[in-house]
């Protein structure tokens, strides 16, 4: 079992580029999270899907953040424009129904200069 | 609104010393505490959990204490090493399995 994997593990990126960040869940998990992670406010939840629908995406900050889930193996987390302030380790996590907790990817930490 | 309430913010525990990190909640529908760890550049990983039915529980030099009344619970790191050095964080489950985190605890165990 690789885990759950993201990608890239690093990006640097000037402010108003398009960011796309990529997360492949462990297989057989149904429900998967996209939490950020800063210094001043820890981990945020930013939205997660269960089944592949989106079930909760009041944590997204703004319409700049968009998530999405072709199908269960597979998700994205986009940003555009992207500013300053979404520098972040972005962390992608997978569960399944009775699972004792998540798994997370090692994350993507993300500069916009 | 923070569901889960987490201190210290930092932590610093010489070697073999014993840490502690605490954890309050208001929800009683919550139904699994768990404790992560994590180490610089990777994610957090699953450390030690309880359920609500149990005050206390072991594993190694790990210990989780829960209090249900008053719905507390802490984690205890015994004889603590430099390896130990990450941030902890507690986290609460509710009933539609999602997980609630604290804000997380830097622990540095100084030789």
């Known amino acids: 079992d690789a885990g759950v994997i993201q990608s890239p593990r690093h990006e640097v990126t000037e402010m108003g580029q398009e960011v796309t960040l990529r997360c492949k869940p462990i297989?057989?998990?149904?429900?998967l999270f996209w939490y950020r992670q800063t210094m001043m406010r820890g981990l945020e939840l930013l939205i997660y899907?269960?089944?592949?629908?989106?079930?909760?995406d009041s944590g997204m900050p703004e319409d700049r953040f968009s998530a999405k889930m072709p199908n269960a193996s597979f998700s994205t987390l986009k940003i555009q424009p992207s500013e300053p302030r979404d520098s972040a380790v972005y962390f992608c996590?997978?569960?399944?129904?009775?699972?004792?907790?998540?798994?997370f990817g090692s994350g993507t930490r993300l500069t916009v200069v | 609104q923070q569901q889960v309430k987490q201190s210290p913010q930092s932590l610093i525990v010489q070697k073999g010393g014993i840490s502690i990190i605490n954890c309050a909640y208001e929800?009683?529908?919550?139904?699994?505490f768990p404790w992560y760890q994590q180490f610089p550049g990777k994610g957090p990983a699953l450390l030690i959990a309880?359920?609500?039915?149990?005050s206390e529980k072991k594993e190694g030099r790990f210990t989780i204490s829960f209090n249900k009344s008053a719905k507390q619970f802490s984690l205890h790191i015994m004889d603590s090493q430099p390896g130990d050095s990450a941030t902890y964080f507690c986290?609460?489950?509710?009933?539609?399995?999602?997980?609630?985190f604290g804000t997380g605890t830097s622990l540095t165990v100084i030789p």
């Open positions: 996590a997978s569960t399944h129904s009775g699972a004792v907790g998540y798994t």
């Open positions: 297989s057989g998990h149904n429900s």
């Open positions: 899907f269960n089944n592949n629908v989106p079930i909760d």
């Open positions: 929800n009683t529908a919550f139904d699994y």
């Open positions: 309880i359920r609500p039915d149990v």
């Open positions: 986290a609460a489950r509710d009933t539609g399995n999602q997980f609630y």
